[in-house]
């Protein structure tokens, strides 16, 4: 394998559980990209979306993704948005075997009751825009995928072995 591989998927779905090992299956070192944009901005999540906005978080999102795409092989835990920009979505086609980590509203639902650092979710009611965003983005995430995998109902060890097996 030495091709990078992409976990994508709405918040919730399990990438950061999977990725962590997933790479220890195949030998390739994890990297959030959520945790590397917080990094670079020196800001938490919330705070960069309450100093900049969502658009502030989408760019530094995109740069972090250039930035890593140009490094050795990894497993990249992408947050959930990353498949909306068009250019990520080229990224993600040119460099990377992306793999989506598909769960139903109701999985999702119940992964995500503590909405806490994620400042999409802090709405007064967060149920409805998981429906609302999981519905929007569930054919970009299907249209950005190699492989999809669905998760419901299925333990992190599983997905991963899953993955493993089909790369
Ligand atoms: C987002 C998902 C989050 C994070 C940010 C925006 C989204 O990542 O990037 O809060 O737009 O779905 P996770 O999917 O890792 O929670």
Redesign the pocket.
Known sequence: MNKSVALI?????G??TVGPLLSTLLGIPFV???EA?VERAEMS?SEV?EAEG?SG?RRR?REALVELAADTPLIL??????V?DPENRRTLRERYATVYLAASTDTLVERLADTA????LDVPEPKKQIER?SAQ?LPVYEAAADITIVTDGRTPPEIAGEIADLL
């Open positions: 998927g709405f918040m919730g779905s990438k950061a959030d990209l959520d944009v999540v979306f969502e978080w999102e835990g992408c947050g959930g948005g990353v909306l650092g994620r400042p999409l965003l983005r």
